[in-house]
């Protein structure tokens, strides 16, 4: 079973929403079968990438799949209450098919009531911050707000 621990390694906040603000800047499409790769290595380019990727899992050539699909990410974090959420910190959809399982990295909450910032990459689109309505849009229940077992809390 993976652990947090052999996984990945201890990553700070700071860090995580650097490495999401990565692909931002490279605009990267949104693929379930395509690799992206910068400076912090080649992950698949699908949420579920995007997001090992931001908590400094293994890419390829270590996960030849290139990070933790959506349960694999599930298996890393613990639920928390979402007075808790943090930047770095995802919401997650992890049962379904690789059609509905979906994760978005939380970024801060947003003005408006009930709405908060996230790092997303999604089907039909380049990486994005958007503003979105928690937990995810229109589908109560279906997303938890989770935080992975390596982050550094200061």
């Not at 007075?83 to 801060?108: K, M, P, Q, S």
Request: contains cysteine; positive net charge; hydrophobic residues 35%.
């Amino acid at each position: 079973m993976t652990t947090a621990r052999s996984a990945g390694r201890l990553i700070s906040r700071s860090e995580i929403v650097e490495r999401a603000c990565s692909w931002l800047r490279d605009s990267v499409p949104y693929s379930q079968t395509r690799f992206h790769q910068n400076e912090h290595g080649i992950y698949r380019a699908d949420c579920s990438g995007f997001v090992s990727m931001a908590w400094g899992l293994p890419g390829k050539p270590e996960d030849r799949y290139g990070g933790l699909d959506t349960p694999g990410l599930a298996v890393v974090s613990s639920r928390i209450p979402p007075v808790e959420l943090r930047a770095g910190d995802v919401l997650i959809r992890a049962d379904g098919t690789n059609l509905t399982r979906h994760v978005v990295i939380f970024a801060a909450w947003a003005e408006e009531p009930g709405r908060y910032w996230a790092y997303e990459q999604a089907g039909g689109q380049r990486t994005r911050l958007r503003a979105v309505t928690y937990p995810y849009e229109t589908e109560p229940g279906l997303y938890v707000p989770r935080r992975y077992l390596s982050v550094h809390e200061p």
